[in-house]
Nanobody, 120 residues
Framework: QVQLVESGGGLVQAGGSLRLSCAAS????????MGWFRQAPGKEREFVAG????????YYGLSLKGRFTISRDNVKNTVYLQMNSLKPEDTAVYYC?????????????WGQGTQVTVSS
């Protein structure tokens, strides 16, 4: 059974940083994309960042590149999201996602989410 477990969320002041982690178990995601999404209250879930497991190609949502950095540790089967210069509008539940195939965008597995709150 595949599980994605996020950690690292919390309360931070504007301008601060957080590092989210997502540990996968039940399956190795080598060669499969993994990513982060977020959902703020009253808004749709949006793409934050994604990474192709092999090669390390990364992709970011609009306006997030430069503040957010996604990375992965293949040995630990873990993906990270480093978030810097956080703004109140970054407040959301952040979800880890993993693909069940090499097809980009086929996000078949989801974590429970971790709350990130940025105070002004």
């Amino acid at each position: 059974q595949v599980q994605l477990v996020e950690s690292g969320g919390g309360l931070v002041q504007a301008g601060g940083s957080l590092r989210l982690s997502c540990a996968a178990s039940g399956r190795m995601f080598s060669n499969y994309p993994m990513g982060w999404f977020r959902q703020a209250p009253g808004k749709e879930r949006e793409f934050v960042a994604g990474i192709r497991w092999s090669g390390g190609s990364t992709y970011y949502g609009l306006s997030l590149k430069g503040r957010f950095t996604i990375s992965r540790d293949n040995v630990k089967n873990t993906v990270y999201l480093q978030m810097n210069s956080l703004k109140p509008e970054d407040t959301a539940v952040y979800y880890c996602a993993a693909a069940g195939s090499t097809t980009w965008g086929s996000w078949d597995y989801w974590g429970q989410g971790t709350q990130v709150t940025v105070s002004s």
